[in-house]
């Protein structure tokens, strides 16, 4: 499967991208105004970048506990759940007076569903797909991604202006109620993938399983490390450009965008391996830039050339793939998503706390230096191509 044709016509990839899509605008939308309203109500870099960010560090407690749900429960009935949880919570979010310790606790409570949500959607799609067709549908939907996160960010923008915080958050959670409505209706009710009851024990079991293949743990990691430090940059853009923050944002969704559209249609399969390292690196390098506290254009530049090496994830998943058994795939999968969210909200509380005592643009450029040494650290680890499926 080569080709957008061939992948359109796949049956039930249609209503999940669909799903997908209102999934991602409804995050970028009501992220954005959460941001802008916790900002606006403390002043603290900090607090804004954790209430953007800071929810994925509850996907740690969910992959610990709540992951083996991911091949356990019927795939329809999670999603259009999941959902439904995320429509009714930001709704919450926005109610007038609410205090921030409590929207703290809404938030963190998200992300702990959340943390099921990239486990229960690739693993359908890694169903739904062949397996030589997964890149192609994943950097699909990442382009997707991209391209609302462009519009989801000026919308969001302006809904904030136009409407307030409150009112942005509204139109989120309207968004993810589409989301669920979409994917009760549109997918098919398929069995779980995995046998037995989703539990703890099941959890830390499969886990223990995928971080045993030494192969397996060294692309987690690069999946997860590097990335996360740089989103905790991204976290900084409220702060260090409070008006701009918007634009900022839809130029990193559009270099994701075309990092995607390069990784997932032009890329050929013998240049994925060697790939990796230098669009990881390409993903923090420019942010060094900021050591020198640039204006917004060359600011703009250097986040939309960096952001074209988020596409090394893709290479990675289906590295992941190769390494791991069918049974487990969307376990994997989730404990890649958990895993990413997770040290992004890592990578946001750690650039708050150095921005808090320095400056935005100088924890933005210490973040890079970091993400730059991982990289270089997990090169040796990730040089092997993986030859067969892992059979444990």
């Not at 923050?245 to 969704?253: D, I, K, S, W």
């Not at 320095?358 to 090169?379: E, F, I, Y």
């Amino acid at each position: 499967m080569r080709t957008y044709r061939e992948l359109l016509r796949a049956p039930e990839f249609a209503p999940l991208f669909a799903a997908t899509a209102a999934h991602v605008a409804a995050s970028t939308v009501s992220g954005l105004a959460l941001g802008v309203l916790v900002y606006g109500a403390t002043r603290s870099p900090l607090l804004a970048a954790l209430s953007m960010f800071g929810p994925s560090l509850a996907q740690v407690i969910g992959a610990a506990a709540l992951l083996s749900a991911a091949d356990r429960l019927p795939p329809r009935a999670a999603l259009s759940g999941i959902a439904l949880v995320f429509g009714v919570g930001t709704a919450v979010l926005a109610v007038p007076g609410l205090p921030v310790g409590a929207l703290f606790a809404v938030v963190l409570g998200l992300g702990l569903v959340a943390s099921l949500n990239g486990g229960v959607r690739w693993g359908l799609l890694n169903e739904i797909l062949p397996r030589e067709g997964y890149l192609l549908g994943r950097s699909t939907m990442n382009m997707t991604a991209g391209l609302l996160q462009i519009c989801g960010y000026a919308v969001g923008g302006v809904l904030v202006a136009a409407l307030s915080p409150r009112g942005a958050l509204l139109a989120g959670a309207a968004l993810y109620l589409a989301e669920a409505a979409v994917a009760r209706w549109g997918l098919s009710a398929r069995p779980p993938r995995g046998t037995g009851r989703p539990s703890v024990t099941a959890t830390w079991r499969a886990n223990a399983r995928l971080w045993s293949s030494v192969p397996r743990r060294y692309v987690f990691l690069a999946l997860w490390v590097p990335n996360g430090l740089i989103v905790g940059c991204e976290s900084l853009f409220v702060p260090y450009a409070p008006e701009h923050a918007g634009l900022l944002f839809a130029v990193a969704a559009a270099g994701m965008l075309a990092g995607d559209v390069l990784a997932g249609r032009f890329v050929p399969a013998r240049w994925r391996a060697r790939l990796g390292a230098p669009m990881r690196l390409l993903l923090a390098a420019p942010y060094l830039v900021f050591a020198f506290r640039p204006g917004l254009t060359v600011a703009a530049l250097a986040v939309g050339v960096a952001s074209v090496g988020y596409a090394a994830s893709l290479l990675l998943q289906e590295r992941l793939m190769a390494l791991t058994p069918e049974e487990l795939s969307g376990h994997a999968l989730g404990l890649h998503s958990s895993g990413t969210l997770a040290m992004q909200g890592v990578g946001a509380a750690l650039a708050g706390a150095i921005a808090q005592v320095t400056s935005a643009t100088t924890a933005m450029a210490a973040m890079a230096v970091v993400s730059v040494a991982v990289t270089l650290a997990l090169a040796g680890g990730l040089r092997p191509a993986p030859a067969t499926i892992a059979a444990g």
